[in-house]
T-cell receptor, first 113, second 113 residues
């Protein structure tokens, strides 16, 4: 079935450091891929989405590139801020249950000033 | 535009007690989702509706969980006899059609003692 893997459970950085969060996926189709961000006490909110048509998504300084060859959808940001501290989820639409979003386990980002 | 609202925000129960969660989606969104998010994990779909119809409830523990959306707007998720394993955050999300961006509410944090 469809699956999303985020290997990093936690990433700790200092302000202005480069951010890289790994995400790989397994699916039989080429769906739209999503990154959601969840701040404490809130529900996940869409950070960016990428389709096969545009291959790259950019939002609020974050970017992710759809790589069908390596089935990856890594999230990057050149210079993080303390306000970026949150949990980041990679997600893809399900094929067995249409309408479902399959989420990775999440990567907790902690940025220190 | 108001976002997805949920109530209550927190609930604490003893095992065997019942609890209901309420969700008001974004106005005009025909599709409504209920997710369960255990601590330190990604959200997992329980059930979703298009208008008042259940589209998929294959991951809803039907012996104790039920969900309704009688007029195709607000929705209620109920746990009849809660177990400690039900401890999680319950998230409601809505979208315009399936496959489109899902917008999440703040969630209800449930603790079953």
């Amino acid at each position: 079935g469809d699956s999303v893997t985020q290997k990093q459970g936690q990433v700790t950085l200092s302000e202005d450091d480069f951010l890289f969060i790994n995400c790989t996926y397994s699916t039989t189709t080429y769906p739209t891929l999503f990154w959601y961000v969840q701040y404490p006490g809130q529900g996940p909110q869409l950070l960016l989405k990428v389709t096969t048509a545009n291959n790259k998504g950019i939002s609020r300084g974050f970017e992710a590139t759809y790589d069908k060859g390596t089935t990856s959808f890594h999230l990057q940001k050149a210079s993080v801020q303390e306000s970026d501290s949150a949990v980041y989820f990679c997600a893809l639409p399900g094929t067995q249950v249409v309408g479902q979003l399959t989420f990775g386990r999440g990567t907790r980002l902690q940025v220190y000033a | 535009e108001a976002g997805v609202t949920q109530s209550p925000r927190y609930a604490v129960l003893q095992e065997g007690q019942a609890v209901s969660f309420w969700c008001d989606p974004i106005s005009g969104h025909d599709t409504l989702y209920w997710y369960q998010q255990p601590r330190d994990q990604g959200p997992q779909l329980l059930v979703y509706f298009r208008d008042e119809a259940v589209i998929d409830n294959s991951q809803l523990p039907s012996d104790r969980f039920s969900a309704v959306r009688p007029k195709g707007t607000n929705s209620t998720l109920k746990i009849q006899s809660a177990k400690q394993g039900d401890t999680a955050t319950y998230l409601c999300a809505s979208s315009f059609g399936t496959g489109d961006t899902q917008y999440f509410g703040p969630g209800t944090r449930l603790l079953v003692l």
